[in-house]
């Protein structure tokens, strides 16, 4: 093929690039396979397969977001507050909200990209981590998670504090340092009580990724007691009662709803920050999120 074909052949509009193509295709297999005796059956399968993979690789988008569409990026422990803070901004602006539930640890790196998201709902230090991203554009601060010492429900075994975890016979759950700021909090505390490795025999394989695990844990009687956030505790709080203790960790977390600077849809974001400003330590108030 000469040069200049070559680029005439580039300017062909997609359509006909695709059609020459398949066309050019068609020819190498009929060359490669129909001397070689191939039955007809295989080479109508080959051609199949050429004609229509490209086709079903397009059907793998995903939906654009629509326009004045809101995408809320939320934390797995804040899901009630946030469910109810979306409900009644659309009641009041009819903007519409999708919410995205998930880790902090996943959607931070949606979030450094640039990929997913208008809004993110979450804790500390992720709105240091967006900050340094250039991700954000405002935020407002709606509440703090702090970890609740929590039993069943009626504390059959007499629970007082949290060095009572330590207790030999204990069934004890706890979130998992790993994925958790929680389990980074809880683990720095019973380090200094010097309690750790006694708990630790406790929790045995009681690890959890999300509170949620724990609250199912003394709702189902599968544990004595054990520590989660606040808000999450709440969500329970029908399962299981609150041992309410002193304040012993060495810092605050506070919770964070964050409007992304990337986002396409300026305005709304701003009607919704606005908003998250009237509305928001309200309602994380009524969901326990108070230390």
Known sequence: MQIGQTIADCRLPIADLKS???KRKSEMIFHRFGDGGASPTLLLLLLCLLIFMP??????K???QKSGELVVLC???FVPPTEQLCSEFKAQTGIEIVRTVGGSEDFLPLVKAGQQGDVLVTHDPYLDYVAD???LADHVEVGFVAPVLVVQKGNPQGIKSIEDLARPGLKVALSDPQYSTCGEMVFALLDKKGIKDAVMKNVENRLTKGHSNIG???KTQAIDAG????GVAHTFRDSLDVVKTSYEYDEETRVHIMGL???KQPEELRQFMEFARKRGPAIFAEHGYVK
Do not use: D, H, K, Q
């Not at 086709?55 to 793998?60: F, M």
């Not at 520590?227 to 606040?230: A, G, L, Q």
């Open 20 to 22: 020459e193509f398949v």
């Open 133 to 135: 991203a250039n991700a």
């Open 75 to 77: 934390g797995n422990s």
């Open 55 to 60: 086709a079903i690789g397009c059907s793998r």
């Open 227 to 230: 520590i989660m956030w606040n």
């Open 261 to 263: 600077s990337y986002t």
């Open 62 to 64: 995903e939906a654009p």
């Open 216 to 218: 199912t844990f003394l």
